[in-house]
């Protein structure tokens, strides 16, 4: 948390309609369908994007690294726990895609929508600092998934850095948990429970995520188990 950022917020704009979630909605899957739990059908690619484990020295490590150092193989459908060893390495952000390497995410995604300045940004409910934005957050209206319920907020791709803003002086880096453009070629999930980013989009777009040198990306099918 971080204090000073009064306003941070200001490029984005709670929705009261969430009409533009629907198609969301109604593309997911159950809670136990895989990745389709979390992202709608019709895309022509999907991926996984790793968050980063944490040494003790503060040194961010790839699910690679950490596998090897282990002796254990890491695939597209890999939990942590499973690939960890008995070194100390701090887990991965959990529910949340790491601070330091949201801007680029966004740049990546910026690039495969017509609309980067118009999108869509679904914030989970039960984050405790979402509580400062007011009463009227308990009363929704939300986009509704897999047992989720999210708040709406519009703009661009890049405001996504910024949703942290619960309004009263103080920022919690927070990543959207849903959010798509409005064009909607691709869609982005970020679940409280797991340690990864599923992605949805065209074939290209994977691809340029997989060559961004900061970020761990791994292709998964849409009926892929969530690790």
Not at 23 to 47: I, T
Request: aromatic share 10%; with cysteine; charged share 20%.
């Amino acid at each position: 948390m971080t204090q000073g950022n009064k306003g941070h917020r200001h490029r984005l704009r709670r929705l009261s309609d969430v009409s533009a979630g629907h198609w969301v909605e109604q593309g997911v899957g159950d809670f136990d369908s895989g990745v389709n739990a979390l992202l709608p059908v019709g895309f022509e690619a999907y991926a996984r994007v790793l968050h980063p484990a944490e040494l003790v020295e503060d040194r961010y490590m790839r699910w690679s690294e950490v596998a090897e150092r282990s002796g254990r193989a890491l695939h597209s459908q890999s939990r942590f726990e499973e690939i960890a060893g008995p070194k100390p390495t701090d887990e991965p952000q959990q529910g949340q895609f790491p601070a330091e390497l949201l801007p680029v995410l966004c740049e990546v995604l910026a690039t495969h929508t017509a609309t980067a300045e118009q999108c869509y940004f679904g914030l989970w409910e039960g984050w405790g600092w979402i509580g400062d934005l007011g009463d009227a957050v308990g009363e929704g209206p939300w986009v509704e998934l897999s047992g989720r319920r999210y708040l709406l907020f519009e703009g661009p791709v890049g405001a996504a850095t910024e949703l942290g803003d619960n309004g009263d002086g103080y920022f919690f880096p927070q990543s959207p948990n849903l959010w798509w453009p409005q064009d909607r070629v691709w869609c982005v999930a970020t679940d409280v429970d797991l340690y990864s980013t599923y992605v949805g989009g065209s074939a290209r777009l994977i691809q340029d995520l997989a060559g961004e040198p900061h970020l761990e990306v791994l292709p998964v099918e849409l009926s892929d188990r969530l690790g």
